[in-house]
């Protein structure tokens, strides 16, 4: 079936109309649901061979070469509109049996750009899909994108942009958000979708892996992951909530940086609450769960070692006040509690050291026009002691008690 050519205009088109139906009224009693005609093209079938093919395509647009560059057609499917339930599209590979045979594939491809003007900015085509909008009453559809079962595994879905084909072009993105949701103020506001990224459930092995990498840089600095929670406009901000999973022993958190180089440092770790301008500003809790029946854990807090230098410094220090009316922070350390036995032990110690051990100094602020702080020690028992040498020629450390400034020095003991 062909039709003529053309040298001006358009040339003849090809229409193929399946028969209609015009009922007048509704067949109550009809065995099977009327409808219009259908059209089915269909290839030839082989015995021992393939079937055959269907080929639909648009012919080519005008050259390049042409002094007005034409457009190739396109292809459009299209169900009609219906009173009841539009009609669908299946677009679906055919079965594949034996130990070789697989499954037909399907691809869905956009078209390249085989320009190759330099200046000209021209990008390749777009692949677009979009379920149905609904009613004002009613849900848009949904897009689900689902990899076929197996016995041995479940096919795997692969998301990822192109690698760039030259030095100074970049990969594309990949953006996946949900869209916004409008209302208005009051109890119940919509609320807009949420994104969930999770593995599948395993009832003998374990449950794969959720991995979030940021690529290598070659000769910049390394991009940064960024996780934050929502911000509100009238409600407090969302919550970042890091957990480990359950288990006969919960799982470990490890927040760390990566170690530097042979010429440099590690990265920084800054734990911190946000600046508050009127209200009071988050607190930070470091807390180890609690055991019922065995030991609680532990909260280790350390300076890592030095191998050339002076080791780090560990630092504590409460928060300061700018109101002349109100005081700094308070510093407690307090060991625990026992319902019944022995409560926990307070230890402070210098570090040891070849020449000398270092000073544990312990002293109350100098005030600019009012009294300085008092320091008070109370116990049923205090014990002062220094720590022993182990030299002939040195001395065990000294142990001094005196008052501010311009008041009264008294030693009370030192050892010899």
């Known amino acids: 079936m062909s039709i003529g050519e053309a040298s001006s205009g358009s040339a003849g088109s090809i229409r193929i109309t399946a028969g209609k139906l015009d009922l007048k009224e509704a067949e109550d009693d009809a065995e099977t649901t009327p409808s219009g005609g259908a059209i089915a093209l ?78 000209e900015n021209y990008a390749g085509g777009n692949i677009h899909i979009s379920a149905g909008a609904g009613s004002s009453q009613a849900a848009g559809g949904s897009v689900a994108l689902l990899s076929g079962g197996g016995k041995l595994a479940t096919g795997g879905i692969a998301i990822a942009t192109s690698n760039a084909s030259q030095t100074d072009s970049t990969s594309g993105s990949i953006q996946v958000a949900t869209g916004a949701a409008t209302g208005s103020a009051g109890e119940g506001l919509p609320a807009s979708g949420s994104i969930a990224i999770a593995s599948g459930d395993s009832s003998a092995g374990e449950a794969g892996d959720v991995i979030i990498s940021v690529g290598m840089s070659i000769s910049g600095a390394g991009a940064p992951l960024s996780l934050a929670a929502g911000n509100s406009s009238r409600q407090h901000g969302g919550n970042l909530s890091i957990s480990s999973g359950a288990g006969k022993e919960s799982g470990n958190v490890t927040i760390a940086t990566a170690g530097g180089g042979a010429t440099s440092g590690s990265g920084r770790l800054a734990i911190s609450t946000g600046i508050s301008s009127s209200g009071t500003s988050g607190s930070v809790c470091v807390l ?62 210098s570090g040891q050291g070849t020449s000398s051990s270092g000073t544990i ?36 450390g000294s142990i001094s008690i005196s008052t501010g400034r311009n008041q009264s020095q008294f030693v009370g003991y030192r050892s010899q």
């Open 42 to 119: 269909t290839s030839g079938k082989s015995t021992y061979g393939e079937s055959g093919c269907i080929t639909v395509r648009t012919a080519d647009g005008g050259g390049s070469d042409d002094e007005y560059p034409t457009n190739s057609g396109s292809i459009h499917l299209a169900t009609g509109t219906a009173t009841g339930a539009g009609g669908s599209i299946i677009m679906e590979a055919g079965a594949g049996y034996g130990d070789t045979g697989c499954g037909g594939s399907l691809y869905l491809t956009a078209g390249d750009n085989l320009n190759e003007v330099p200046e």
């Open 288 to 349: 180890s769960g609690r055991a019922t029946t065995s030991v609680g854990g532990g909260i280790a807090l350390s300076v890592g070692h030095a191998t050339s230098g002076n080791g780090a410094n560990l630092t504590m220090t409460a928060g300061a006040s700018t109101e002349a009316s109100c005081a700094g922070g308070t510093i407690l350390l307090e060991a625990g509690v026992t319902a019944g036995g022995l409560g926990g032990d307070v230890e402070v110690s």
């Open 361 to 396: 100094s312990v002293t109350t602020g100098d005030s600019t026009s009012g009294a300085s702080g008092s320091l008070l020690v109370t116990t049923g028992q205090l014990v002062l002691s220094t720590g022993d040498s182990s030299t002939s020629s040195g001395s065990s």
